[in-house]
């Protein structure tokens, strides 16, 4: 027989295999495309909000700097690199304190931010004015915790039985120390304790008949009349209290009357150290102690650096006749991933408007010692690191996408465009030939005139696919028509097989003449019976619905049961009548599943009890028998079609069918029917509504 000629095809039947290609390219184009119009865009919008974040820090910064915390961190600018005890005097942003008013003293200490703080809650300002001829003085104001403040009574040199103070002066290798008891000013009243802290030199506890106070030792302390804990004014709790001391200092006090101006603050500031201590009556234990460890330091130079972005340079000039650099420093390099290098490098050569001019801020603050130039620089390289970060996050999706097409281009190509184009040749072929006149010498008879295409899957589906498809429908149909058939027999079968058995029952002797005839019958439709599901003739069979009493019903179906081969069965009549709309014939097929089920199942020798119960509009069937549980992985499915328990013995193996019928039966009669594990068997519960 002769070869099948190969046609030459034409440029339309290739046409969906460009396009099939070209969409891939563009797909692989316009990922990478959006990829880099993306992180332009992101470039453009990170930039300008690092824009605004850096004039927003810069702003920030300055007006920090013009708070008097601010100005007290400029006139201070070494103090973070130093510890905070023993304490060390801060230049104030003013001139001097008005110590011996308790809220304009407490007022300049928090705006200046001066005060170290204790964990205690306690906490103390060291400080000095920033004008000399504010009289050379060391400003000693905080707060305490302590219970009523005891008095020194006039004249009285022991002071172990009194509050008082001691602070301790080192400057220039010298110690001097002071004492200062607290002398009340008049009685306590309801607004609390005010008196003074009069200073003595330090000779010990006792004071020396002949000694004098300091003069210019000035002292004030006042405790409020509420208790800390908010308990009101008792005379034994713990309150608030406030000291406030004008410490002189005699080297400061010389240095003003030296020729020309002094120099202020003095080059040594940071080399004098202050203790105070707050002692209680009868204790050598400080009630505070200002080296006490742990505290808070107030703000310095080196906390505005928090707020710089890695990068970022903040740098603060003295001005004046001699300018200096007082403070640079930089942001915190981030510890984030490093990006991919040529990543970043892509990045940066994204054009962005303005994204190579340099950020740059400067502000002049003016303080009463002199004007200060703070410098904020930015780098907006950090832009470029940052969203390499994440774009460098992002590339796996990228990557990802990429891949995903590769891969989606590969399987189409091996797996579909290739096969096409082999199927598409033969086709084509077959479709060529049939127009040859010896056609029939070698093909057979094939019409597919009316099939034909331009492109390779229009060939194929004119050539192949109807064809196949007409076989499917052939085969489809006739697997339906079977299996329709088998379900009807099986259905009939199934229903035939529960009243055949009660005959067999009733006709079981061997001389009756009947029982040869129903033997044979039961025979015939066991043929039939167990090779489909019936599921579709339940679905159609009609019921004829009447109001029957179900107290008379049940009687009967226990006194028939043995008829059926079931014994033991018992039922316990109620006193009323039970009336309810049902198929009298296709309850009974469905308690006698139920019943067979039963007996099926339960223990040697004991019954099968029938109850039931009424509960509003709702009749209640409950049959239990005594056996083994039903498993718990079936027992939610023991009522579908065909499962059964695969644990039974192989005498007692079912198809898992009856069940089925019951649950099909009792739907159609508007009830239901479930089964439960309950004490030492299975009960089986038919709920049906009542008739009226």
């Known amino acids: 027989m002769p070869k099948l000629l190969v046609p030459r095809l034409g ?52 007006a920090r700097l013009r708070h008097p915390s601010g100005q007290l961190a400029l006139l201070n600018p070494s103090r973070r690199s130093q510890n905070a005890t023993p304490l060390r005097p801060f230049v104030l942003p003013y001139a001097a304190i008005d110590f011996d008013d308790q809220n304009k003293a407490q007022n300049a ?12 809650g306690s906490s103390i300002c060291v400080a000095i004015g920033n004008n000399p001829y504010a009289g050379g003085f060391i400003y000693l104001v905080g707060s305490f915790a302590s219970g009523a403040l005891v008095p020194r009574e006039r004249g009285v040199v ?25 002398e009340a000013l008049g009685e306590a009243r309801g607004l609390g304790v005010r008196g003074r802290l009069t200073g003595f030199v330090d000779s010990g506890d006792v004071l020396t008949f002949d000694a004098k106070p300091v003069r210019d030792f000035r002292g004030w302390l006042w405790q409020s009349a509420r208790c800390i804990d908010g308990s009101g004014n008792g005379p034994n709790c713990s309150r608030h209290s406030f000291f406030s001391i004008r410490l002189p200092v005699d080297a400061f006090r010389e240095a ?34 200002s080296n006490a460890p742990n505290p808070t330091q107030p703000v310095s130079l080196e906390d505005l650096t928090l707020d710089l972005l890695p990068g970022e340079t903040l740098a603060i000039r003295k001005l004046g006749a001699a300018p200096r650099d007082l403070f640079v420093r930089k942001g915190a390099e981030s510890e984030a991933e490093a990006p991919l290098p040529w990543l970043v490098e892509m990045i940066r050569r994204l054009p962005v408007e303005g994204f190579d001019s340099p950020l740059a801020k400067r502000e002049v603050i003016a303080t009463p010692v002199g004007n200060y130039e703070v410098t904020l620089t930015g780098d907006v390289r950090s832009v470029e690191r940052n969203l390499g970060v994440v774009a460098t996050r992002l590339s796996w999706f990228v990557g990802a996408m990429l891949a995903a097409i590769a891969l989606a281009w590969i399987v189409i190509e091996v ?29 057979a008879d094939l019409d597919v005139s009316d099939l034909r295409g331009s492109d390779e899957l229009g060939i194929l589906a004119g050539g192949l696919s109807d064809l196949l498809q007409r076989v499917k429908d052939d085969v489809k149909r006739e697997h339906i028509r079977a299996a329709q058939e088998r379900d009807m027999w099986h259905a009939v079968g199934h229903e035939i097989m529960s009243p055949l058995q009660s005959l067999m029952v009733l006709h079981g002797k061997a001389d009756d003449p009947s029982h040869r005839y129903v033997q044979r019958m039961q025979l015939a439709v066991r043929a039939l019976y167990g090779t489909a599901s019936p599921s579709e003739a339940l679905e159609a069979a009609k019921l004829e619905m009447n109001a029957i009493d179900l107290n008379e019903f049940l009687r009967k179906i226990a006194a028939n ?86 644990t039974a013995p192989a005498q007692r193996a079912h198809r898992g069918q009856g069940l089925f019928v019951a649950k099909t039966y009792m739907a159609k009669m508007g009830g239901t029917i479930s089964g439960a594990n309950t004490g030492n068997g299975v009960t089986f519960t038919l709920a049906l509504p009542r008739a009226a």
């Open 109 to 120: 200490v928090e705006m200046a931010g001066c005060s170290v703080r204790y964990p205690d």
């Open 561 to 646: 049961a043995h008829f059926a081969g079931i014994e033991g069965v018992e039922y316990a009549p109620t006193s009323e009548t039970v009336f309810a709309r049902v198929d009298e014939y296709s309850l009974e097929d469905a308690i006698t599943h139920i019943l067979r089920n039963a007996d099926r199942y339960r223990y040697p020798a004991t019954a099968i009890t029938v109850r039931l119960a009424c509960a509003n509009n709702t009749a209640t069937i409950a049959i239990h028998n005594a056996g083994p549980p039903i498993d718990a992985a079936i027992i939610d499915r023991i009522f579908e079609y065909g499962v059964s328990d695969s």
């Open 158 to 182: 022991d002071m172990t039985g009194v509050h008082r103070a001691r602070v301790t002066l080192e400057m220039r290798g010298e110690t001097t120390q002071w004492i200062a008891p607290f």
């Open 256 to 289: 003003l009357f030296q020729q020309g101006r002094p120099a202020w603050p003095p080059p040594d500031l940071d080399e004098v150290r202050v203790r105070m201590e707050m002692l209680a009556p009868g204790s050598d234990d400080p009630l505070f102690d």
């Open 415 to 443: 797996g579909l465009i290739h096969r096409i184009a082999v199927l598409t040749k033969r086709a084509a072929a077959v479709s060529y030939n049939v127009h040859d006149p010896h056609v029939d010498k070698r093909i």
């Open 11 to 62: 440029l339309a039947s290739f046409r969906r295999r460009i396009f099939f290609r070209g969409v891939f390219v563009l797909l692989v184009l316009a990922t990478l495309a959006l990829a880099a119009a993306l992180l332009k865009e992101e470039k453009q919008r990170s930039y300008q909000s690092y824009e605004q974040s850096f004039a927003k820090t810069q702003a920030e910064i300055v």
